[in-house]
């Protein structure tokens, strides 16, 4: 796709997916992936490596996940958890989007795991499934930009990113395929395994093995519904965030 134009940088990525999506006919039978010029380099893996991949493992499922960052989406209950810990407010923006869509989700409760966890919007997802995230992305691109009200003003509010500060809807826009995921359960979603792909560049990723911990305490959770398997991954993501915070 040529996005060198780039005429709303304000959306990142949200933007150029958007327009393919109203301009063009897509096809039952066709998975859709709008990798950035980074994916290689974040997630080790080129062409051919995901082609190997689909070729083995695939089997008709909507989505198939390719997501960074085996420590950021293991070591935090969700993607919304994460990002409020990096940019405070976005769990109360992403959570009011949801609410005012009226979809019966409660975000801080959605334990979620490598198995439904998607960074960047490295994914590949079938029709059925883009259909839905473009609804949702009218949805937040009409409430940032054409009403007046204080989730309005959340969505633009500025947010540090590194060094940059960015405003807090792209970070929400990178939040609408989990909720895509989260609202309707009937979608399968087929992921590469994140611990073979690396990790963030935050501090997080010092703790490998208390993120294959973490992931699986989080996935017999979701299976059983033990409480016992989640008061021991949030034991320990607590004790990694302290171990941090007194380093």
């Known amino acids: 796709m040529d996005h060198l134009k780039n005429e709303r940088s304000d959306w990142r990525e949200l933007w150029p997916i958007r327009n393919f999506l109203k301009t063009n006919e897509l096809y039952d039978d066709v998975l859709y992936g709008f990798l950035s010029p980074k994916f290689s380099q974040k997630t080790l893996l080129n062409h051919q490596g995901v082609q190997d991949f689909l070729l083995t493992n695939y089997d008709g499922e909507d989505v198939v996940s390719f997501s960074p ?40 409760d959605c334990i979620m795991s490598s198995q439904n966890t998607l960074f960047c919007n490295y994914f590949l997802a079938n029709k059925k499934f883009w259909s839905h995230w473009l609804i949702f992305a009218d949805y ?10 204080d989730l309005s003003s959340q969505l633009n509010a500025p947010t540090n990113y590194g060094e940059q500060q960015l405003p807090m809807k792209v970070f929400v826009q990178e939040r609408l395929a989990s909720i895509c995921l989260l609202a309707y359960p009937n979608f399968k979603c087929l992921n590469y395994s994140p611990f073979n792909i690396g990790p963030s560049t935050t501090p997080f990723n010092k703790f490998f093995n208390e993120a294959v911990l973490s992931d699986a305490l989080k996935r017999a959770y979701v299976q059983t519904r033990h409480k016992s398997y989640l008061n021991a991954f949030a034991s320990l993501r607590d004790s990694v965030i302290k171990q941090l915070q007194n380093s």
């Not at 085996?70 to 009011?96: I, R, T, Y």
């Not at 937040?140 to 009200?149: G, K």
């Open 69 to 108: 960052f085996w420590d950021l989406m293991a070591l935090f209950k969700n993607v919304f958890e994460q990002g409020e810990f990096f940019h405070p407010g976005l769990s109360d923006a992403c959570q009011k989007l949801v609410s005012t869509y009226t979809l019966n989700l409660n975000l801080a």
């Open 140 to 149: 937040l691109v009409a409430i940032a930009e054409e009403q007046v009200s």
